[in-house]
């Protein structure tokens, strides 16, 4: 059984930096290959995907809403996901989740991840 536990979030000023963190449990050596991700959601909007990692090479991809300010990655042993966000802007506030999955599929769409997270709450004035 997987289990997801995030943490980093809180309140930052625009411009400012976090760095989200996903430490995982019972993800083993062969779910390496699929997709890891963070996405989130804003009161009253649907979930988006952040960005995500897949391969053993750990390949990333970005949402256009992201791209250039925030980083996926993962730590060497592969069991802590990170998400490094800079220059944080206002419209960057939401719940952030990380989601892990076990089959392969599409890295950006929801529906490719079986396990969730609780969430981390990412406050920006």
């Known amino acids: 059984h997987v289990q997801l536990v995030e943490s980093g979030g809180g309140s930052v000023q625009a411009g400012g930096s976090l760095r989200l963190s996903c430490q995982t449990s019972?993800?083993?050596?062969?779910?390496?290959?699929?997709?890891m991700a963070w996405f989130r959601q804003a009161p009253g909007k649907e979930r988006e995907a952040v960005a995500a990692?897949?391969?053993?090479?750990?390949?990333?991809v970005h949402s256009d809403s992201v791209q250039g300010r925030f980083t996926i990655s993962r730590d060497g042993s592969k069991v802590i996901l990170y998400l490094q966000m800079d220059k944080l802007k206002v419209e960057d506030t939401a719940l952030y989740y990380c989601?892990?999955?076990?089959?392969?599929?599409?890295?950006?769409?929801?529906?490719?991840?079986?396990?969730w997270g609780q969430g981390t709450q990412v406050t920006v004035s």
């Open positions: 990692v897949y391969g053993y090479s750990d390949s990333a």
């Open positions: 019972g993800y083993t050596l062969n779910h390496f290959r699929f997709c």
């Open positions: 989601a892990a999955a076990v089959d392969a599929g599409a890295c950006l769409a929801a529906s490719t991840y079986k396990y």
